[in-house]
């Protein structure tokens, strides 16, 4: 078990950055930022749509589930008078044996 200890203390040991690193990072950055400009107000765009297909969506969903809603309480109204019905006509022929 210490062999695994150590591989694992040696695996996950701290690293020095080669020199430069900070240079490079911040380079990258600053090129980034060169090659997508305006890219916030697109973003902003896009997300504003997104949350407006969102909205709708939900909205119709809603819709949806009331209409089915609505549904079954019809449903389950049918039933009923189905069934008391059923029992009606049952009680006749129990009495008429």
Do not use: Y
């Amino acid at each position: 078990m210490e062999d695994l200890e150590k591989q694992l203390k040696a695996a996950l040991g701290k690293i020095d950055p080669s020199p430069g690193f900070e240079a490079k990072v911040v380079s990258a950055a600053g090129r980034r930022s060169e090659v997508a400009p305006g890219f916030g107000l697109r973003a902003r765009w896009l997300t504003a749509i997104a949350a407006a297909v969102l909205v709708v969506a939900g909205a119709v969903w809603q819709q949806e589930v009331a209409r089915g809603e609505a549904a079954k309480a019809r449903l389950m109204l049918a039933l009923k008078i189905t069934g008391a019905k059923l029992q009606e006509i049952q009680q006749k022929v129990d009495h008429a044996q």
